[in-house]
Nanobody, 125 residues
């Protein structure tokens, strides 16, 4: 399984970005996918997750109401729409996929077995 995250960049506070996570070697239609982020000097934290069926989503409190996760099975890609970005959203964003088909979505790092390389998001004030 290979995951390629893209869409990061340098934006100003209040702007929007859409991150993409394209998968190869596995159909995301059967697996939960999560987004995590890691700021310099900090631990990697959960951001959002989507269930394999796309029926359920879950967000960290810090992004709830601003970020939205979605999945396009035809493109085998998961998106993270990020609105009203703030400087505290600055981090490297990673997508991850669980190993077990039809499993529940997870919010912990150790619940995900496959990780992409990450894409940098920088928000200036």
């Amino acid at each position: 399984v290979q995951l390629q995250a893209s869409g990061g960049g340098l934006v100003q506070a209040g702007d929007s970005l859409r991150l993409s996570c394209a998968a190869s070697g596995r159909s995301l239609s059967r697996y939960p996918v999560g987004w995590f982020r890691q700021a310099p000097g900090k631990e990697r934290d959960f951001v959002a997750a989507i269930s394999w069926s796309s029926t359920y989503t879950y967000y960290a409190d810090s992004v709830k109401g601003r970020f939205a996760i979605s999945k396009d099975n035809a493109k085998n890609t998961v998106y993270l729409q990020m609105n009203s970005l703030q400087p505290e959203d600055t981090a490297t964003y990673y997508c991850a996929v669980r190993d077990q088909r039809f499993s529940e979505l997870g919010i912990k790092l150790n619940e995900y077995e496959y990780w992409g390389r990450g894409t940098q998001v920088t928000v200036s004030s």
